[in-house]
């Protein structure tokens, strides 16, 4: 029998479909409300409520209160949910129009990491915390969400537009290095390794990522053949099948999942099925995704917005690190050579954080020493991507309006 009850993953795509039914009937992202439903259906909202008494006549029954747990179905879902995503990017991000942009992604990239990242080492510095917590908190405030990111791009319709180039691109870089950034955390910062662990885990990582982008450069007929089959349903199982793979192998070498199942994306965005799949799976990719955001949901606790102190950092946190990513991205949307109304919108669509943030809070929660490490952190990261996630969903469905404010004052400044 499974370990997890039946009736709960049932009470969990209740909660689903029960968030998005009320996010479609308010005309709002699906996103911020997978969240909170989650956050509500967890043990810390749901889950602390008293058992029901039910009374008929002589007959009494005690009904526990149906909360959903983050079990390991829920995270391997969620994982599942990171997968597909960033395997739908890379069908959107065929290895072609990767190297043509080369020097743009490059470009954005760098100002997107010197501004973000020395901005949340800094905070942490002026917190009074140690160089090593302060570099853990430039690494949770640096990356934006990949997941969250390529979903509001697929429901507000701009995957097509020119406003994705620099998003995707900067997003790819962004995984590239935060790939890096883990090995190099988990070897010298947490684990306590030494400069050769580090540069061992750094070079499985760059070796493994070379492995799959030669296997994208020269593999497009071995994808083709791979795919060519006269039934759907092979299509389906092939495709969802070296995805998984992969992703599960990049994990067993600590590599990031989401950035092999990119790779993978981009492999097969050079065979005549992309439009197969995509209609095939994009139900599987939706199902997943939900099952992410109300995973991120289910692990916020409202206690941690108790704390005074704690909310006055998270606050902090939000107040630096938003302008950051809305400079950086109306930059990098500058260095594609857009104009300043697709370019603030750019600015609006990093401003998510998400799940690499979450693994480097549970990373160090994990491993870490201290209580910064092992309370301050994990705690302000979960409120923070919270925050965040709902913030940057809001600031992209109402990128127009925004513009309507701001767009008089950006373009006297272009003139």
Do not use: C
């Not at 089959?229 to 199982?237: A, G, H, I, P, Q």
């Amino acid at each position: 029998m499974a370990a997890t009850p039946l009736i709960e993953i049932g009470a969990l795509f209740v909660g689903i479909a029960l968030a998005g039914a009320i996010a479609h009937r308010a005309g709002q992202s699906v996103i911020p409300f997978y969240i909170v439903g989650g956050m509500l259906a967890g043990e810390h909202v749901l889950g602390r409520l008293a058992p029901l008494e039910l009374g008929i006549g002589d007959l009494a029954v005690t009904l526990q209160q149906p909360y959903v747990s983050e079990s390991e179905f829920v995270e391997l879902g969620a994982e599942l949910g990171i997968v597909f995503l960033l395997f739908f990017l890379g069908l959107e991000f065929s290895i072609t129009r990767l190297l043509e942009s080369r020097d743009r992604i490059g470009k954005a990239g760098v100002v997107d990491l010197a501004i973000n990242f020395p901005a949340g080492v800094l905070l942490g510095l002026a917190l009074g915390w140690s160089a090593i917590e302060a570099v853990l908190l430039g690494g949770i405030v640096y990356i934006s969400s990949s997941a969250v990111i390529t979903k509001s791009l697929i429901d507000l319709g701009w995957i097509a537009n020119d406003e994705s180039d620099p998003m995707l691109g900067t997003l790819v870089f962004e995984d590239l290095f935060i790939a890096l950034y883990l090995a190099v955390v988990s070897a010298l910062v947490i684990g306590g390794g030494d400069v050769g662990a580090a540069a061992l885990d750094i070079g499985i990582a760059v070796g493994f990522i070379l492995v799959l982008l030669g296997g994208v450069f020269y593999g497009s007929d071995l994808f083709q053949r791979y795919l060519d089959t006269d039934s759907r349903e092979l299509t389906v199982l092939r495709t969802v099948a070296l995805v998984v793979f992969v992703a599960g192998l990049a994990l067993l070498l600590d590599v990031s999942e989401a950035v092999a199942a990119f790779f993978v994306g981009m492999g097969f965005s050079s065979t005549d099925h992309v439009h197969e799949i995509e209609e095939l799976l994009i139900p599987v990719r939706d199902l997943f995704a939900a099952v992410f955001f109300f995973w991120v949901g289910l692990g916020t606790d409202p206690a941690v917005f108790a704390d005074p102190a704690l909310v006055a950092v998270l606050v902090l946190a939000v107040a630096v690190t938003t302008p950051t990513k809305l400079v950086s991205g109306y930059l990098g949307g500058r260095i594609y050579d857009l104009d300043e109304r697709r370019s603030l919108r750019v600015a609006t669509g990093m401003v998510t954080r998400g799940e690499f943030s979450l693994i480097i809070a549970a990373t160090v929660a994990a491993a870490g020493t201290g209580p910064v490490m092992t309370e301050t952190i994990p705690d302000l990261t979960v409120g923070y991507v919270l925050v965040m996630s709902i913030l940057g969903t809001v600031l992209m469905q109402y990128a127009d309006r925004l513009w309507a404010v701001a767009g008089p004052y950006l373009v006297d400044a272009a003139e």
